[in-house]
């Protein structure tokens, strides 16, 4: 065949991946909310924007760029800056975790280390082992490799070793998950610890939401759970993701994944593909947060705001929409999940008609790619404040009026499909 046959019978125009027909609007739709006037934005998890240190972050950056000019505008190690690897592993070690910097990975927050894990881990068509539902930006994360998922079936009480087996790897937010809320108990993470053991199954700990406890003590990590009586993480199931974004500003992009050596050697791998290295500046600011105490300065505000904001979209949900949803208080966190007592609604309908009427939620659908989940919407209560949250599900009631919802009509819970094993 010529080069001029070649021209001919190729197709006109860009020929895009297959997997980009399939992605979501979901988190589009958050980013382009924001520049809707007078819209109530109770769907994405975002910070109130009181509690960012911009004052103090300010002051960091700009002594960073001058004490490490080299670090903060050259290029760096792929892995991530020695000393902020180093920073980690310490925090990590008063937690009794026995981590050193060779199982620190810097990444560009919790999105990049779900990029990197589907890569290192997946070829097209193996299967994830998660909760359904579970993080709809972790299922966009791994959609290029087009994997299979699997419910583990946590709270049912399921055979959690033979759900791990065969598995390319596990995926579990114990703390507060996104989107449900839920807080895996103490004796749940310690079957969730002895299944990936017995089934040989990495078993990836998303960790976002561990500094937003607002009701009772912090519980033990798996991570934790898994270093009791150990010197190493040489032999560790768990791999572990943390970031800044819940706890100091999302903008920074730094997060990090904590594991086995060779795992975190087969991550920085894939990292230099994909990045090259980590934001130099970004780095040098987050060891300055960590080892000045910036972090646990700014913890009680959040604390205490999220906490009454919770509440309020709580006591809101209560005096404005009962009668079409339940739900229960999530003890951390930045969600709320709600079933629709009427499961017959159209969410999509009911996002779109509530947009119109100016109250943002977010549809369960991308959360759940097995379609096992009756209909639901997330609502976050950290943005907005009192009055908003309050107005928001005012909107929200008559949003279900607007579409015909008769209050107190109930067919939930419905009859889910069968599992898949």
């Not at 560009?108 to 890569?119: F, I, P, V």
């Not at 087009?146 to 583990?152: E, G, I, K, M």
Request: one cysteine or more.
């Amino acid at each position: 065949m010529t080069d001029r046959s070649l021209l001919d019978s190729r197709t006109v125009g860009p020929r895009f991946a297959p997997w980009l027909a399939k992605t979501n609007p979901f988190t589009s739709r958050n980013i382009a909310a924001a520049s809707i006037p007078g819209l109530i934005n109770l769907s994405g998890g975002m910070p109130d924007p009181s509690l960012l240190p911009a004052q103090a972050l300010s002051a960091i950056a700009a002594q960073a760029i001058l004490d490490y000019p080299d670090d903060c505008l050259g290029y760096g190690p792929t892995p991530g800056l020695a000393d902020l690897r180093e920073t980690v592993a310490e925090r990590f070690r008063a937690r009794g975790v026995p981590a050193r910097a060779e199982n620190v990975l810097i990444t560009a927050s919790g999105t990049q280390a779900l990029d990197l894990l589907g890569k290192i881990f997946t070829t097209p068509g193996d299967t994830i082992a998660c909760e359904i539902p579970s993080y709809a930006g972790a299922f966009d994360a791994w959609r290029p490799r087009n994997p299979t998922y699997r419910h583990l079936g946590l709270r049912e009480g399921r055979d959690l070793a033979a759900r791990m087996a065969g598995a390319a790897f596990t995926y579990m937010i114990p703390n507060f998950s996104n989107p449900t809320g839920y807080l895996v108990t103490l004796e749940e993470r310690r079957k969730l610890l002895e299944a990936a053991r017995a089934s040989g199954t990495p078993l990836v700990e998303d960790d976002p939401y561990g500094a937003l406890f607002y009701d009772g003590e912090p519980l033990p990590t798996l991570l934790e759970l898994a270093s009791q009586g150990k010197d190493t993480l040489d032999d560790c199931p768990i791999i572990h993701l943390g970031s800044l974004s819940k706890q100091l500003a999302p903008g920074m992009r730094v997060g990090w994944i904590i594991a086995a050596p060779e795992t975190i050697r087969m991550l920085s791998t894939a990292k230099q593909a994909s990045d090259m290295c980590s934001n130099g500046l970004a780095q040098r600011m987050a060891v300055k947060a960590m080892q000045t105490g910036l972090i646990e300065d700014c913890h009680p505000r959040i604390i205490a705001l999220y906490r009454a904001r919770r509440n309020a979209l709580c006591a809101a949900m209560a005096r404005h929409i009962a009668d079409y949803v339940t739900w229960e208080v999530p003890a951390g966190g930045m969600f709320v999940w709600a079933n629709l007592l009427d499961t017959t609604v159209d969410v999509e309908r009911l996002v779109d008609l509530g947009m119109q009427a100016g109250v943002l939620i977010g549809p369960g659908e991308p959360f759940d790619p097995l379609g096992l989940v009756p209909p639901a919407i997330r609502l976050s209560f950290t943005y907005c404040d009192e009055a908003r949250l309050d107005q928001g599900m005012a909107r929200l009631a008559q949003t279900f009026r607007t579409m015909g919802v008769q209050p107190g009509a109930r067919t939930y819970p419905a009859t889910n499909p069968t599992l898949t094993s």
